[in-house]
């Protein structure tokens, strides 16, 4: 099956991305100047395709999240994924060995919607991609937030927290809040890092990869 990226638009260079990091606030969350963080991706050359990406070392997810931005709203974490920082990229998912690094050709995999992230991982695999990791998902909102629409979200399954040896049975999602329960009137329509069960289907969740 060919896969086409959701978005066709060519991306900004690896310069005019890291400025979007830096004015989304990445150097206060990451504890470093602008002007180190500009040297972390010297070297790096995009494609018209290419996502800088934050590794986990550089910035915790938890304190990503919060940079993302839509209508206004700030990005959030639900308050029972206090946890989220210590799900690490699953097997079969190698991160470049670098701070910030590029992400290329990045699908939301909405044709698989509906689908359980059980269901997923496997025809990702096999059309020679691999999931996103939560970092990467946040990452390519931090450059193109108009990739998180209503009805068409994602999961980033690349993602997995390990308990007592054996995977952890949620999986982290990005979605629009509907500023119901506990998330609050406020954050309607604000960027919601969640989970959802391995083993369940909804109908406004992707998967978001990347090629291998």
């Given at each position: 099956?060919?896969?086409?990226?959701v978005?066709?638009?060519?991306?900004?260079?690896?310069?005019?991305?890291?400025?979007?990091?830096?004015?989304?606030?990445?150097p206060?969350a990451?504890?470093?100047?602008?002007?180190?963080?500009?040297?972390?991706?010297?070297?790096?050359?995009?494609?018209?395709?290419?996502?800088?990406?934050?590794?986990?070392?550089?910035?915790?997810?938890?304190?990503?999240?919060?940079?993302?931005?839509?209508?206004?709203?700030?990005?959030?974490?639900?308050?029972?994924?206090?946890?989220?920082?210590?799900?690490?990229?699953?097997?079969?998912?190698?991160?470049?060995?670098?701070?910030?690094?590029?992400?290329?050709?990045?699908?939301?995999?909405?044709?698989?919607?509906?689908?359980?992230?059980?269901?997923?991982?496997?025809e990702?695999?096999?059309?020679?991609?691999?999931?996103?990791?939560?970092?990467?998902?946040?990452?390519?909102?931090?450059?193109?937030?108009?990739?998180?629409?209503?009805?068409?979200?994602?999961m980033t399954?690349?993602?997995?927290?390990?308990?007592?040896?054996?995977?952890?049975?949620?999986?982290?999602?990005?979605?629009?809040?509907?500023?119901?329960?506990?998330?609050?009137?406020?954050?309607?329509?604000?960027?919601?890092?969640?989970?959802?069960?391995?083993?369940?289907?909804?109908?406004w969740?992707?998967?978001?990869?990347?090629?291998?």
């Open positions: 099956m060919t896969i086409t990226p978005s066709m638009t060519p991306t900004p260079t690896v310069r005019e991305q890291v400025d979007r990091l830096i004015e989304a606030g990445l206060a990451a504890g470093v100047s602008a002007e180190e963080l500009r040297s972390l991706a010297s070297g790096l050359r995009a494609g018209p395709d290419s996502i800088l990406a934050v590794h986990p070392r550089l910035a915790a997810a938890s304190a990503l999240a919060p940079l993302l931005s839509r209508n206004g709203k700030r990005g959030f974490v639900v308050g029972d994924l206090t946890d989220l920082d210590e799900f690490t990229a699953i097997d079969g998912v190698e991160l470049p060995d670098r701070p910030l690094y590029l992400v290329h050709a990045i699908d939301r995999g909405d044709d698989m919607s509906n689908w359980s992230p059980a269901e997923a991982l496997p990702i695999t096999a059309r020679g991609r691999r999931p996103l990791t939560v970092h990467e998902g946040i990452s390519w909102l931090l450059q193109q937030p108009e990739q998180l629409q209503p009805g068409k979200c994602f399954i690349g993602s997995r927290l390990i308990r007592d040896g054996a995977l952890d049975a949620r999986t982290p999602a990005i979605w629009i809040s509907g500023g119901t329960g506990r998330d609050g009137r406020a954050r309607r329509g604000a960027p919601k890092l969640g989970w959802c069960w391995a083993g369940n289907r909804h109908t969740l992707g998967f978001a990869s990347t090629p291998r």
